[in-house]
């Protein structure tokens, strides 16, 4: 310790000798670089004071922004609706592709009493016309001469006809003696002699349109040629110009 205070006391006087040698030369560095610094802020203030402020020079002419049109999008037009078609009458059931066991088996009977099958009497000829008539209906009968007239005029070439007669039995399905006279005696005022039989139940579901006339064609099978069936009555050469269309048909 005591070492340590001998050798600081012996620095002393060295270090004051060093400073009064260095005060000198830092008080002269400080007063030209203080006057530099002074000259500097005068030169800066002289020419704040004779700068101008410079007007902009504004365009002459000034456009206004434009502005663009709002675009409205037009309204969707709605879709148009579709109307309902409008609805027809249904036409009546076309009878085709029958096999032929259905239609060649109904059985039935004649208006003398004679008991046959329907297929019966298809078979003897090329082309059977079966014509669904009844004894009230007025255009059934006035056509039946011409019928006639037909089946006679035809008969060798393989034609036939076959009177189906709608109204000869009763509610429960059995024939009433009362019709059969009926129908008898056009038979007789008309002159038919082709067969007039009995349109059985299952007839009627396989051949009733609701109307009467209504006539079919069909082959020695018993196969139904007309597309469609024919309704209501024709005058005898009508008939005759129908009858050579099926004749045709069959190579008659």
Same mark, same amino acid.
């Given at each position: 310790?005591?070492?340590?205070?001998?050798?600081?006391?012996?620095?002393?006087?060295?270090?004051?000798?060093?400073?009064?040698?260095?005060?000198?030369?830092?008080?002269?560095?400080?007063?030209?670089?203080?006057?530099?610094?002074?000259?500097?802020?005068?030169?800066?203030?002289?020419?704040?004071?004779?700068?101008? /402020? $410079?007007?902009?020079? %504004? !365009?002459?002419?000034?456009? =206004? *922004?434009?502005?663009?049109?709002?675009?409205? &999008? @037009?309204?969707?037009?709605?879709? /148009? $609706?579709?109307?309902? %078609? !409008?609805?027809?009458?249904? =036409? *009546?059931?076309?009878?085709?592709?029958?096999? &032929? @066991?259905?239609?060649?088996?109904?059985? $039935?009977?004649?208006?003398?009493?004679?008991?046959?099958?329907?297929?019966?009497?298809?078979?003897?000829?090329?082309?059977?016309?079966?014509?669904?008539?009844? $004894?009230?209906?007025?255009?059934?009968?006035?056509?039946?001469?011409?019928?006639?007239?037909?089946?006679?005029?035809?008969?060798?070439?393989?034609?036939?006809?076959?009177?189906?007669?709608?109204?000869?039995?009763?509610?429960?399905?059995?024939?009433?003696?009362?019709?059969?006279?009926?129908?008898?005696?056009?038979?007789?005022?008309?002159?038919?002699?082709?067969?007039?039989?009995?349109?059985?139940?299952?007839?009627?579901?396989?051949?009733?349109?609701?109307?009467?006339?209504?006539?079919?064609?069909?082959?020695?099978?018993?196969?139904?040629?007309?597309?469609?069936?024919?309704?209501?009555?024709?005058?005898?050469?009508?008939?005759?110009?129908?009858?050579?269309?099926?004749?045709?048909?069959?190579?008659?």
């Amino acid at each position: 310790m005591k070492r340590k205070n001998i050798r600081n006391q012996a620095l002393l006087p060295g270090l004051l000798c060093l400073l009064l040698a260095v005060t000198p030369l830092l008080g002269a560095c400080g007063d030209d670089t203080g006057r530099d610094l002074r000259a500097e802020r005068e030169q800066r203030e002289d020419n704040k004071e004779n700068a101008k /402020p $410079t007007k902009k020079e %504004e !365009p002459e002419d000034k456009e =206004e *922004p434009r502005t663009e049109p709002e675009t409205t &999008e @037009a309204p969707e037009k709605p879709e /148009p $609706t579709e109307e309902p %078609e !409008p609805t027809e009458e249904p =036409e *009546p059931e076309v009878i085709t592709g029958r096999i &032929e @066991a259905e239609l060649m088996s109904y059985a $039935t009977e004649d208006v003398d009493g004679n008991k046959m099958t329907l297929g019966d009497l298809i078979r003897k000829n090329d082309v059977t016309m079966l014509n669904v008539w009844g $004894t009230f209906c007025g255009p059934c009968i006035n056509e039946m001469p011409g019928l006639q007239a037909c089946a006679d005029k035809y008969a060798d070439r393989g034609f036939g006809i076959v009177g189906l007669t709608c109204d000869l039995t009763d509610w429960d399905g059995n024939v009433d003696p009362s019709m059969i006279a009926e129908a008898k005696d056009i038979a007789r005022s008309t002159g038919v002699k082709y067969p007039l039989v009995v349109e059985t139940e299952d007839m009627m579901l396989l051949f009733d349109t609701g109307y009467v006339p209504t006539t079919f064609f069909v082959d020695s099978c018993g196969n139904i040629l007309n597309d469609e069936p024919m309704i209501g009555s024709l005058s005898e050469a009508e008939w005759e110009s129908t009858i050579e269309t099926y004749l045709s048909q069959v190579g008659r």
